[in-house]
């Protein structure tokens, strides 16, 4: 099926858009020592799914035919751990299917954009969940860099092959060296991502997409050491968010990556655990189930780019105007962004590529802060970005907005969505 082109074709209603019904997610908390440090990836799904049932009632579970769960560093992809939340989770395992999806840190905007094309397709007549979990805390020992890899891949001649498991943090200095970021300009934004992030938590912007999370909890102390029992807790806020971040802090730290870098713990994104999950159908649908009140939006499409693994932070200057051109628009016909913010340099270089600048500063581009501030669960930042989107795009009153990521070896995706 083509895609609606031009800003009236994208607006309008017809029985064939892909709509949105709900866009949930857990708090994203700190990896290591947030809140969410021992829960398992798959209880976060379970528990982003089961909220999903329980916001729509007059919904058949059974009538919710495929879930796409968006993981990136779960043992054996996630999909007997996933399959076994869905069940869990009061899913009915005889009429609803589950499969995962790996591309990196784009992992649940694709599985977003896939159940959508499923939709289009006929290949699910009801529904279908877009969904991502993530446990950095459990998974991330190798820094998602491959252990056993076939030798003579390390050693290739050719160096775009060479350079896909570069370091993530080095990716990021070349970004900044090679188009003129400086230490300064990331320290900047980063304290502006806290500090939306911090006055958007302040004002409750949050409560709306985020599900609590029931879990345990065990206290430990600097060595790893545990302090205290074991305690079960309710958690409910993001916990990476530093409302108190200055420039004169973030400064003093030392680069992470390179001894004479500029991309500190400060101003990357934080490693974080999440889950997230959106509920999917046909208008028509909607409407056939008597769920057309239910509606808070349409996926229009999205599209995906390659580009150098070596600076694969351009990703989304690259994704989002090809995203455009395809549906006919202009930035000027954005009212809100959300772009992933793995490296201040990437997201500050992103924004002056794009001619965002203006946009940023009132507040268009990431008005609640974005991964340095909220976290960058890789398998489930997508939908995270998605429910943040069409939240804030309710407060606001706009209608169109645009979610786009840097992929790790060298991509960039974006999606289009609309707010009703």
Known sequence: MALAKGLSSILAKVPTDTVILSSLRTPICRAYRGQLKDAYP?????A????????????????????????VLSELG??????MALNHAGFAPAATALYTVNRACASSLQSIASVAAQIRSGMVAGAAIAAGMESMTRNYGSRAIPVDLWPELRESPVKDARDCIMPMGITSENVAQRYGVDRAAQ???????????????????FDAEIVPVTTRFQEVDKAGQKVGEERQITVTRDDG???NATLEGLAKLKPAFSPDGASTAGNSSQVSDGAAAVLLMRRSAASELGLGSSIIGKFVGATTVGCAPDEMGVGPALAIPKLLGLLGLKNED????????????????CVRELGLEGAWERGKVNPDGGAIALG???????GRMTSTLLHGLGRSGGEVGVVSMCIGTGMGMAGLFVKE
């Open 48 to 71: 982003v799914l089961r909220a999903t049932l329980a916001a729509h009632p007059n919904l058949p579970p059974a009538a919710i035919e495929d879930v796409g769960v968006g993981v």
């Open 78 to 83: 996630g999909s007997k751990a996933a399959r």
């Open 334 to 349: 954005v009212d809100r962004w959300e772009i992933n913010e793995a490296f201040a340099s990437q997201a500050v270089y």
């Open 241 to 243: 968010i530093r409302a």
């Open 187 to 205: 320290d900047a934004f980063a304290v502006e991502s806290h500090l939306r992030a911090a006055r958007a938590q302040a004002a409750g912007h």
């Open 376 to 382: 960058h669960p890789l398998g489930a930042t997508g």
């Open 42 to 46: 798959e209880e976060l799904l379970a």
